[in-house]
């Protein structure tokens, strides 16, 4: 089926930067829209940035203008550059697929939406 796996993380320094990085495999023939969340304890999941196919992009109010999205669609890859961090955006990380095609001489849907196993970020001096 679709796995995600999540690299990168870890501990960094208030104003420092971090990389991660997200890959789907299985048998994808396309993903529609490849996003990150994250989740600080006590409080919800919110969607950090999000990456179409297409190549729209689509940030939180709380992180725009210091991270950046990238997506690499022949590798099935995205990844999330973060820049400028604050203790606030200490949380766990998930990588997000939703709409997922496969192929097989047709292009056909694969139902659900896909989460990564989650990555830690902290941010503290």
């Known amino acids: 089926q679709v796995q995600l796996v999540e690299s990168g993380g870890g501990l960094v320094q208030p104003g420092g930067s971090l990389g991660l990085s997200c890959a789907a495999s299985g048998s994808i023939f396309s993903i529609a829209a490849m996003g990150w969340y994250r989740q600080a304890p006590g409080k919800q999941r919110e969607l950090v940035a999000v990456?179409?196919?297409?190549?729209?992009?689509n940030y939180a109010d709380s992180v725009r203008g210091r991270f950046t999205i990238n997506r690499d669609n022949a590798k099935k890859t995205i990844y999330l550059q973060m820049n400028s961090l604050k203790p606030e955006d200490t949380a766990v990380y998930y990588c997000n697929a939703d709409g997922v095609y496969g192929y097989n001489g047709t292009v056909y849907y694969i139902p659900g939406n896909y989460w990564g196993q989650g990555t830690q970020v902290t941010v503290s001096s």
């Open positions: 990456a179409t196919s297409g190549g729209i992009t």
